[in-house]
């Protein structure tokens, strides 16, 4: 049994951990890079909590264009209840990027308190609240990005966001072929605007790297 490292389980101890796993009926289950994960049409009533590995969340609509919704690394979380409704019927799915473990909570477990009074029981869904607010500020911070009209204004609005959480380099949680899903536009016009980034002396990057030279991003023309 792998224990995910997770802001779900914090204050909570390895020995607490196994008892969660047993009490609340865990299911752990291994995939392979692509294979599907979880399908928010059909994956109802479950919590996964991603134990190894790195998955995505991604978008379907009814043209076939796919949007990256958010990156998974270990520890990640994700299930209906922290998505917000799905009102154009598009399709939103998990699948596996680098081999991975998810361990799989039934939603009920977690939607009420427990009948013995466990402190780690109610510490868990405690934290599990935590989390649906983090979403919320991810998404906000989404919205933001996909608000920008052009691809220029949407990238250096990420970057943005990036420096201020992890100051003038950081790492980009996913390749450039997925931050082009993810801020919704086309690769080859992405790879264009990053390079003229690059040759005003805007940015440096190198491979998953981003590095802001002067400290800051001043909004441009």
Known sequence: MTIPQTPVFDGISVEECRRIYDCFGVQERCFKPEELIYDFDTGRHTIGVLATGSAIVERMDRRG?????????????????????????DSVCVSCEKTCCVWFFPEEKLERRCEKNCGHHNRMIENMFRLIRDKATALSERVEVLSRRSIRE???CYFSLQQAKCGGSFTLPF??????????????AM???????????RVRIEG???TIPS???????
Do not use: C
Not at 178 to 183: K, N, S, T
């Open 154 to 156: 949407k990238l250096l």
């Open 65 to 89: 264009d796919r949007t990256i919704l958010e990156h998974l690394e270990p520890g990640g979380v994700f299930g209906e209840m922290l998505m917000f409704q799905n009102v154009l019927g």
């Open 175 to 188: 390749s450039l072929s997925a931050l082009a899903d993810y801020i919704s536009t086309d690769r080859s």
């Open 215 to 221: 400290g800051d991003i001043f909004w441009d023309n």
């Open 208 to 210: 998953r790297k981003v």
């Open 191 to 201: 790879m264009r605007e990053l390079k003229k980034l690059r040759q005003s002396g």
